[in-house]
C-alpha cells in the first residue's frame, strides 16, 4: 500500500516510512492512496477473532511493508491482558437505558491514547532497529498524550523522550504518572510556564534545521498514520461487541478534539464497516459541532480555547480534520490545499453546500455538551448504573443521549477513566466519593519522581537535551 499527501505534492512512501515522518514535507497529511474494502465474507470470518488476531487482520492492511511475522509479533507484544486489564482488551457494557460504552482506557495511562500509542511505541523501535537509527522525540503536554508517549516508548532501545510540561499545573496523579517513570531513556521537563508556552518551545526546536538533524528530532502527535491505523481495530472490535450479526448496524459517538479518533472511525466506514452514524461530541470548545451543524469551519487561537472540565477536548483546531476533509471533497488535494490556505490566513471555510453529503454519505452529526451537562451526566450513571465515569466520556453520554434515534443502536467510547479526575468526580458525586482505581497505579503518588525544572525558554531545553544525549 502507498501513502499519499492530502496537498497532492509529496512522493508516495510505505507505511514504515511514513510511520517516523509526522506531517508530508508538503504540509498535508498521509493517508492511504485507496481504503481497503472489507466484504461481507471477510467481515463474517472476523466476528470471532481475538483483539490481537483482529489487530493484525487489519493492521496488515496497511502495514504491508513490515513482513506479516514481525507484525503478528509486535501486535502479540502490544495488546496483551497483562497491559490492558483483560482478554477482551476493549470490554463492551450497557448503561440502563441501552447506551453501550466501549472501554478503550484499560491501558498503563487509564486513557484511549495508550491503544494506539503502545503499538507504535513497539513499531518504532522494530522500524529502527532494521534501519540502525536512533530518534529523540519531543513532545509538549499538559497531561494524557505525554503520559500514554512516555509509557509507550519507556525502556525502547534507539529512543529518548523529551516531555514538556507546564511546572504546577497538572494534577498530582498525572504529575505522579510520568515523573515517576524510573526509565533512563525518559526525561521529563517542566517548564516555568503554561502548556502553549510548552508547545512555542517545541515548535522553535522544531524549526531549528540543524538541531533537528543533528540530534533526529521527532515526534509522536495525533496526526501519526500508525496511531490512526491502530485505532481502527477497536471500531471493528466494538461493532462486533454491540451485534449479533453483520445484518446490524452500529452508531459510535465519540468525545472529539483534534478529530484522530473519531477520523478512525470514519475509515472504519469507508472500508465497509456497518456504522450508522458517527457522533462527534465536543465540549465548549465547539469548533467540530459548529461545523457539523452548519458547514463552516473556523479554528480558533489558543487565547479563544476555553479551559474546561474535560481538558482533553480543550482544542479549537483539529489537526486531523484535514484527512476527512480530503475525502468529502473527493480527495481533491488542490481544493483541500486551497481551504488550508483560508485558514493559515486566519479566515475559515465554509462547505455548507455539502451538509447533506456529510450526513447522509458520510454519516457524520455532533452534539455538543457544557459542563453541566457533564456533571449532571456523571451523577446520572452513578445513581442509575453504580458506575462512575469519567468527564469526558460524560460528554459523550450526554450528546449520544440527545441524538439517538428511536432504536439506533449506539456506543459511546470511553477515553479515559475516571480516576485521572478526582477534583471533577468530587463535584458532581461529592468530595467523600471513593473513585475505583485499576491495581497497576495504586500509591504512584509516593514514588520518587524525576523531573527537571526549567526557565521557559527554547535555548534552556536546548542545552540540557544536549548535555543529557552527549553524556
Ligand atoms: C485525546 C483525548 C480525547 C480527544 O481525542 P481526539 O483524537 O483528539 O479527538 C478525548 N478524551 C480524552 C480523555 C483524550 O485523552
Known sequence: MKYISTRGRTAHHRFS?????????????????????????TLYQWRDLSYPELAFQIIKLFADDIP???????INQTYTTDAFGSETITPLRRLHDGIGILGLSNGPTL???????QFLGNTFEYVLSKENKALNIIGATSGDTGSAAEYALR???GIHVFMLSPNGKMSAFQRAQMYSLPDANIHNIAIDGMFDDCQDIVKTLQNDELFKEKYQLSTVNSINWGRIAAQIVYYFKGYFAATSSNEEKVSFCVPSGNF?????????RMMGLPIHRLIVATNENDV???????GYYKPRVAAQTRVTSSPSMDISKAS????????????????????????????????????DKIREQYGFVSGKSLHSNRIDTIANVYANDNQIIDPHTADGITVARNLREAGENVVCLETALAAKFADTIAEALGSNINIPRPAVTEGIEDLPQRVQVLPNNAAAVKMYMKEVLNG
Not at 486513557?111 to 500509542?117: E, I, N, R, S, T
Open 288 to 294: 467540530l459541532y459548529e461545523f457539523f451543524k452548519s
Open 17 to 41: 516510512q511514513i510511520l517516523l515522518m509526522g506531517l508530508a514535507p508538503d504540509g498535508g497529511l498521509f493517508l492511504p492512496e485507496h481504503y481497503p474494502h472489507i466484504d461481507e465474507q
Open 68 to 74: 506479516e511475522a514481525d507484525l503478528k509479533a509486535i
Open 260 to 268: 484522530g479518533n473519531v477520523c478512525a472511525g470514519h475509515i472504519a
Open 111 to 117: 486513557a484511549f491514547k495508550d491503544m494506539a500509542m
Open 320 to 355: 486531523n480534520f484535514e484527512r476527512f476533509i480530503f475525502d468529502l471533497v473527493d480527495r481533491d488535494a488542490t481544493q483541500t490545499e486551497a481551504l488550508w490556505d483560508e485558514i493559515a490566513a486566519g479566515n475559515g471555510f465554509n462547505l455548507h453546500l455539502l451538509l
Open 155 to 157: 525502556g525502547k532501545n
